[in-house]
């Protein structure tokens, strides 16, 4: 069976303290992994795809890398508005396009 | 690009009534769709997938009779709760395949049954 795994559950930073979201999965041959971020009683909003081992992805202060076993979003310099709920999701090979979700990093930024 | 729209964004309905949930691609095809449900502070649960011109695939453990869905265009898919009860109050999300397997996801539909 398919699995996400993300860590922390939930992570409290300051204005421009830098840290790492982690992803771990295990899925019956990746077609793609997926990041994903989720303001409170919004859908998700689509960030990063990444579809082999050793690609890294970037947009402003958000990098996306993977690996065989799991992806990390890391976050530099982050500003209060990055605060949300950031969610991974894999998609196996064979035809469904369904995504498996983990379980979400609840990132808080303080001023 | 790849915009995804659903409404209505909230709705209230009482016990035993039915209610429709649409959900558009705005400037895309999509061919396949997918409807979700999320709990408060929970992830994304995946509740059927939407294809374009033939029955929808549910999950196991969700009820065909009771969630319909409809994918009858391109950028069109429906999901109706019917007989709806207070345990079916929840966060709606659909989301549509956009191109290179990228899903999108609309803004979400908050249902509450009284």
């Known amino acids: 069976e398919d699995q996400v795994t993300q860590s922390p559950e939930a992570l409290r930073l300051q204005e421009g303290e830098s840290s790492s979201l982690n992803c771990s999965y295990t899925?019956?041959?990746?077609?793609?992994l997926f990041w994903y971020r989720q303001d409170p009683g919004k859908g998700p909003e689509f960030l990063f795809t990444?579809?082999?081992a050793g690609e890294e992805k970037e947009k402003e202060r958000l990098k996306a890398t993977l690996t065989k076993k799991e992806s990390f979003l890391h976050i530099t310099a982050p500003k209060p508005e990055d605060s949300a709920t950031y969610l991974c999701?894999?998609?196996?090979?064979?035809?469904?396009?369904?995504?498996?979700f983990g379980k979400g990093t609840k990132l808080t930024v303080n001023p | 690009g790849a915009v995804v729209s659903q409404h209505p964004s909230r709705v209230i309905c009482k016990s035993g009534t039915s209610v429709k949930i649409e959900c558009r691609s705005l400037?895309?095809?999509?061919?396949?769709m997918f409807w979700y449900r999320q709990f408060p502070k929970q992830s994304l649960m995946l509740m059927a997938t939407?294809?374009?011109?033939?029955?929808?695939?549910?999950e196991q453990g969700v009820e065909k009779d009771k969630f319909l869905i409809n994918h009858a265009s391109l950028t069109l898919s429906t999901l109706t709760v019917t007989s709806a009860h207070p345990e079916d109050s929840s966060f709606y999300i659909c989301?549509?395949?956009?191109?290179?397997?990228?899903?999108?996801f609309g803004p979400g539909t908050r249902l509450t049954v009284t």
């Open positions: 989301s549509a395949i956009h191109r290179d397997l990228e899903q999108y």
């Open positions: 899925v019956s041959g990746l077609r793609g």
């Open positions: 990444l579809y082999s």
């Open positions: 999701a894999v998609q196996a090979q064979g035809g469904s396009e369904k995504l498996v």
């Open positions: 400037d895309f095809q999509a061919t396949t």
């Open positions: 939407s294809n374009e011109g033939s029955k929808a695939t549910y």
